[in-house]
């Protein structure tokens, strides 16, 4: 039987963050025919998300993030099994798509590009969103991720 490759790509918890709460603000993403929906998007146009900071101080640190939409789950959640460790062959990461393209050519043995749909805004600085203690509390809530992916604000 052929063994297809496992991979995934990781983002920066403080940009991904800045994008999660886009998104649920919005509803919806969209990108190159693709229109794809946040669950529950009723719930997200609460005075707990109003702000950027609202949701960044008050909401992620006190939600369960395993039982909410899955854009503010820790991104170790779908990549590590039970026992903490990598479950994929190949962990990429969003901000250098050229170098996971680069690895699945190789597995594949044939060329490819991936795509960036799904867009939930224009492209912004994602540190512009963030005061110290802003920046400090995503680094607790995400600390696994940050530990295991190797990113830094």
Known sequence: MLALPR??????????????????????????????????????????????ERFVLDWLPSADLKREDGVFKPQSHYVCGREG??????LGRVENMAATEDWLERILGRALQIPHVNRSGEKIDYRSFYTA?????????????????????
């Open 7 to 52: 991979f995934a790509l990781a983002r920066n918890p403080w940009s991904r963050s800045v994008s999660a709460w886009r998104f649920a603000r919005a509803g919806v993403g969209s990108g190159e025919g693709l229109r794809a929906g946040i669950l529950n998007a009723e719930r997200y146009q609460s005075s707990e998300f109003a702000s950027f």
């Open 85 to 90: 460790k990598l479950i994929v062959d190949h």
């Open 133 to 153: 203690e802003m920046r400090d509390s995503i680094a607790r809530i995400y600390a696994d991720d940050l530990s295991l992916f190797g990113y830094d604000f």
